[in-house]
């Protein structure tokens, strides 16, 4: 089944402790981003990437790092989480980067 | 610059009422609008492209490049609608990529 998986679907931590959230897509997509969701915000991409090894910032990459070092995975990268960061993040994918994204099941983070 | 506006947060209509969300966008190309809907608890799923000018679950929308427009739009609507809409825009060119409106959360009452 052609999907897209993050993991975990939910975490609650506390500030300054470093944590990663996988995103894993078996469809061959070139095309991977990282969005968070807030209430009367919408969708905000923090991050990017058009292909391996390729990344490029967002509307909102302050606090996050992500690599790209094959196709299927794009995880996301908080170094340093302060409450601010608490958020629904979705990782999606397309084949290319203007077409229809497929997203994951989402991450509630909750930063203490 | 690529913009999309849904300026509606909240629209609340009883079933079997007419519905319109609104999205209106700017962009200097040949713009690809898209409709994504997202279920409570679930996660963002496609529901229409312009290119495909199709219906699905009833809805349906009309890329006006006159009025830079891409409403959504129902003729009457079902408890199962209520969710989160949010219209994208997207272009062709190598540094165009796919954006979101804020989206509008249509809530159908019985």
């Known amino acids: 089944e052609a999907q897209v998986t993050q993991n975990p679907r939910y975490l609650i931590t506390v500030t300054g402790k470093k944590l990663t959230v996988t995103c894993s897509q078996n469809?061959?997509?070139?095309?991977m981003s990282w969005y968070r969701q807030d209430p009367g915000l919408g969708l905000r991409q923090i991050y990017y990437?058009?292909?391996?090894?390729?990344?490029d910032k967002g509307d909102v990459p302050e606090g996050y790092k992500v690599s790209r070092k094959e196709k299927r995975n794009f995880p996301l990268i908080l170094e340093s989480p302060s409450p601010n960061q608490t958020s629904l993040y979705f990782c999606?994918?397309?084949?290319?980067?203007?077409?229809?994204?497929?997203f994951g099941d989402g991450t509630r983070l909750s930063i203490l | 610059a690529q913009r999309v506006t849904q300026p509606e947060k909240l629209l609340s209509v009883f079933k079997g009422a007419p519905v319109e969300l609104k999205c209106n966008y700017s962009?200097?190309?040949?713009?690809?609008l898209f409709w994504y809907v997202q279920y409570s608890r679930q996660r963002l799923q496609l529901l229409l492209r312009?290119?495909s000018r199709e219906s699905i679950k009833g809805f349906t929308a009309d890329l006006n490049k006159g009025e830079t427009s891409f409403h959504l739009k129902k003729p009457f609507a079902q408890e199962e609608d209520s969710a989160m809409y949010y219209c994208?825009?997207?272009?062709?060119?190598?540094?165009?990529?796919?954006?979101f409106g804020t989206g509008t959360r249509l809530q159908v009452f019985p």
């Open positions: 962009y200097s190309g040949s713009p690809e």
């Open positions: 990437s058009m292909n391996v090894e390729v990344t």
């Open positions: 312009h290119i």
């Open positions: 469809m061959n997509h070139e095309y």
């Open positions: 999606a994918s397309s084949l290319r980067q203007y077409q229809p994204q497929h």
């Open positions: 994208a825009l997207s272009g062709r060119g190598s540094t165009d990529k796919l954006i």
